[in-house]
């Protein structure tokens, strides 16, 4: 399958994840590089995962009390034996600020992926 061409900045992030598919278990692995549009996760296994599969991602950050848990609808868009490829589908509106934050804290130049966003915001908020 030929991969998507990416139109949204990617940013190298290191958090972790967690992937509910809507059967099987949840599974564990590491943001590779999120955008506004989407998300690579690493995941050394995903068996029986299939492209168009809808899904739900929680992008954890911090740990104990102070852990914070961006949850985000989402489509496989690509799987590889290393990860998976991920469009963001929706966002509710009271994670959707935690998840500007995360990418503009990540960004060499905020101004520039703020301007992308209001050309294309990515994902639906809901």
Do not use: W
């Not at 009390?65 to 490829?85: A, E, F, N, T, W």
């Not at 009271?94 to 804290?105: A, G, I, P, R």
């Amino acid at each position: 399958m030929a991969h998507e061409e990416h139109k949204s900045i990617r940013l190298p992030v290191g958090v972790r994840a967690e992937l509910k598919l809507t059967t099987g278990p949840v599974l564990q692995g590491e943001v590779r590089n999120v955008s506004f549009g989407g998300v690579f996760v690493n995941l050394p296994r995903a068996p029986g995962v299939e492209v168009g599969e809808e899904c739900t991602l929680r992008l954890l950050l911090g740990e104990g009390s102070g852990r914070l848990d961006i949850p985000l609808k989402c489509s496989i868009v690509h799987v590889q034996p290393y990860g998976l490829g991920m469009k963001f589908r929706e966002i509710r509106v009271e994670h959707y600020e935690k998840f500007q934050n995360l990418m503009v804290m990540n960004s060499e130049n905020p101004k520039k992926l703020l301007d992308e966003l209001k050309k294309q915001p990515g994902l639906k908020i809901i």
